[in-house]
Nanobody
């Protein structure tokens, strides 16, 4: 029902910045909680950030401690797109990043209903 298409991954040096985008189609975007997860080789998929539109009035955003202060999640409901701005990137940020959508409340667990194809982010000198 909902399709998520990611873009913006790539190679960046430590301390650099990158912005990921995730365009949604096939559903009512504003009704979904949108999240970002990442998965490095040999590791489990982990929560990065999530954002929801509460009562059509304000945003709620949540961040993993590992990215707090460096990453910013945002959404443009008019464009059906969620973004992840990543600053001060570290080698440990290297992973495949997935956008995801779910109904209901925001969650840090990978129990989202829809997933993007993943975008590789590599932080290396």
């Amino acid at each position: 029902q909902v399709q998520l298409v990611e873009s913006g991954g790539g190679l960046v040096q430590p301390g650099g910045s990158l912005r990921l985008s995730c365009a949604a189609s096939g559903g009512t975007f504003s009704r979904y909680v949108m999240g970002w997860f990442r998965q490095a080789p040999g590791k489990e998929r982990e929560f990065v950030a999530a954002i929801s539109w509460i009562a059509g009035k304000t945003y709620y955003a949540d961040y993993a401690d590992s990215v707090k202060g460096r990453f910013t999640i945002s959404r443009d409901n008019a464009k059906n797109t969620v973004y992840l701005q990543m600053n001060s990137l570290k080698p440990e940020d290297t992973a495949v990043y997935y956008c995801a959508a779910k109904s209901g409340v925001a969650s840090r667990s990978p129990n989202y209903d829809y997933w993007g194809q993943g975008a590789q982010v590599t932080v290396s000198s």
